[in-house]
């Protein structure tokens, strides 16, 4: 990891808006960008590709150290390949997310993506979207986010993005699914979902996107890390 490189972690549960937050801050100062979360859900699918049981921690551990995965930006957003597959879409689906957490909480799998995580860390900056980005991944980074918002708003909001993308979804059962991830993420032994001591936490519940994205630059700017946005 090299220490001179600015790194902006944001952390938090999901639906808290981490993704697109993070794209629109690092497509705005250039830097690159880290979905942490991704990863989890690429290995889970790869378990998938590969016939491997989800509960089956050395050989998960094992997929991730040799994961084949790319970020490209296309059209200013991100896409995620996974074996020279587009699986963008495939890896967000709520089942997808369940399977992702699951190996998540597995301690080989995530010693076996820390690596390929810091190894990100790359001029001229980065923007690592996660749950642990600020704990225990980049722990020294300059700027740290803790992203959150009720479990009713980003129930709301995941019912939102999968009826635009012509998705059948059920309100309560997201709302329950999100609640039941938060408590696992949160209550996991290793590197359970909690801002970090330094980190600044920032309730999305009821600002927009570019409000969020404007109080992120200025908060880098005020610490040094940019200039001139």
């Known amino acids: 990891m090299n220490d001179r490189v600015p790194i902006l972690t944001i952390d938090g549960p999901g639906g808290a808006g981490k993704g697109t937050i993070s794209c629109l801050v690092a497509e705005r100062l250039g830097w ?11 290995t889970a699918q790869a378990a998938i590709n ?15 150290e040799q994961l084949d995965v790319a970020f490209p930006i296309d059209g200013g957003r991100p896409r995620t390949m996974l074996e020279g597959d587009d699986v963008g879409q495939v890896i967000r689906t709520e089942e997808a997310g369940e399977r992702a957490s699951q190996v998540a909480a597995l301690p080989l799998v995530r010693q076996a993506l820390l690596q390929r995580q810091r190894d990100f860390c790359q001029a001229p900056g980065l923007v690592a979207d996660g749950r642990d980005m600020g704990t225990v991944v980049f722990p020294d980074a300059p700027l740290k986010i803790f992203l959150t918002a009720s479990a009713d708003e980003r129930a709301r909001r995941r019912y939102l993005q ?3 993308a012509g998705v059948n979804a059920s309100l309560p059962s997201l709302l329950k699914e999100i609640q039941a991830r938060d408590a696992r993420d949160m209550q996991r032994s290793v590197a359970p979902l909690k801002p970090a001591d330094d980190a600044i936490t920032l309730d999305t519940t009821r600002l927009s996107i570019p409000e969020v994205v404007d109080r992120l630059t200025e908060l880098l700017a005020q610490r040094g890390l940019v200039s001139g946005v």
Do not use: K, P, T
């Open 50 to 64: 590969h016939d491997v049981a989800v509960d089956d921690e050395v050989s998960l551990a094992r997929l991730a």
């Open 32 to 42: 690159h960008l880290l979905d942490s979360g991704a990863l989890y859900r690429l």
């Open 162 to 164: 999968l009826q635009e």
